[in-house]
């Protein structure tokens, strides 16, 4: 629950850097190159002088930073997220880093994903442990229970809070001495180490490593906790070892292309399912396109394996957000209009084939399709790099609820002909594994597969949580 109203909100990106004197202006450029996973708010919470500091708005990394207030954030340790969500949730209580004084102290928090229990924990806190709720975060029930827990270390205390949350985690925590981050066990969202001179940075993507010069040490392994103080850093394993499900669709969509993630660069990933496409749904074609940016690759890769040329049949105008960033329907179909224009000399009466990386609701593509049709293109054939979403997801992607998901209710055909195209195919999970490097046991599918690697929200509002759904022998070893 990304934001307590029964829906899955949230993909975000995190930052963190220790020990350089500039913390705060290089975790700023690591939000810059992670603004993707999250245009709605940003915050930066930076340690110095015995105390933290922090800075956060609703808006890009741009708006929310101006000279002013970056220059405020003093300290050589600071913690970085930008968030993402849709309605109801877009304020500031809700932007992080949460930060929160407590009797040992005060801490900050950024979190990647979505807890499937925190609905259950927070009842929990309220009800019986009194506690008040700043935001409505799925992400504060962490910091809540960090600042119930006994220990006297502040790993320590996190590592007890984490034991009690299920879900999809990726975490940079800061206290006045140290700085910890995060992977759940089953390694859902990315999260990596780096090296900048003496200072260690951590970061969702290698993107923002990039951006600061720094170099990529290693990811944080599925389910390790990792500790950085003054004397240095330090490792822990403290959850029981079950096998990682990464997200698929970090692969599909979420990541930027220049990052690796999950032990393979994203680039290559989407070329090869456009290769794979090509393989499976070969078509007579003038050109191939791509929806601009995140087909850009698979597309590239479809045309290397057909010999059909690349075209640029879509200009992005680069200045607006991303397509899901509005909170309604009607904003968002305007939203499509300005943002992507079609180059009518390079498509007016050819056969394309179009290449889109995923059909969620269905809204892009209808739209998109309109506006190929009426610059006179003569056939178009679409083909999408993920298989059919029919699930949503529980673990920090931005999913609808399924009645909206478009290949829930509807059948490939009935999609295809509601969108208007000539023809219609789907990737297929295995070529999905193939292009991905791994087989089914490798990764989360939940949203084409509907196996979903722990316990669901609903589960725990069950009085009878005997027979939960989904109950994967790891997430027991969680209570
Ligand atoms: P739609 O089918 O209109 O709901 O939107 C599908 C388009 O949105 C795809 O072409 C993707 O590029 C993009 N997309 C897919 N999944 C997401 C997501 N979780 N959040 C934001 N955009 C997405």
Known sequence: MGDNDGHPKHHCGVFGVFGHPEAAKLTYLGLYALQHRGQEGA????????RLNGHRGVGLVSDVFKPHKLGRLKGDRAIGHVRYSTFGSNNLKNVQPLMADYAKGSMALGHNGNLVNAGALRDDLEERGGAIFQSTTDSEVIIQLIARSRKERFPDAVIEALRKVIGAYSIVALDNHCMVAARDPLGFRPLWIGRRGGATIFASETCALDIIDADWVREIEPGEVVVVTQDGMESYKPFEQVTPKPCIFEFIYVARPDSEIFGQSVDEVRKRLGRNLAKLAPVDADIVMSVPDSSNQAALGYAHESGIPFDMGFIRNHYVGRTFIEPDQSIRDFGVKIK???????????????????????????????VLRRCGVEEIHFRISAPPIINSCFYGIDTPDRERLIASQMSVEEIRQYLGVDSLVFMTIDGLLDAAGGNKDQYCTACFTNQYPTMLPSDFDRKEKDAPRHLDTSTELFF
């Open 43 to 50: 915050g930066i919470v930076c340690a110095g002088n015995g």
């Open 340 to 370: 992507l224009n079609a180059a009518r000399s390079a498509i007016q009466g050819k056969r394309v084939v179009l290449i889109d990386d995923s059909i969620v609701r269905g809204t892009t593509s209808k739209k998109i399709i309109k």
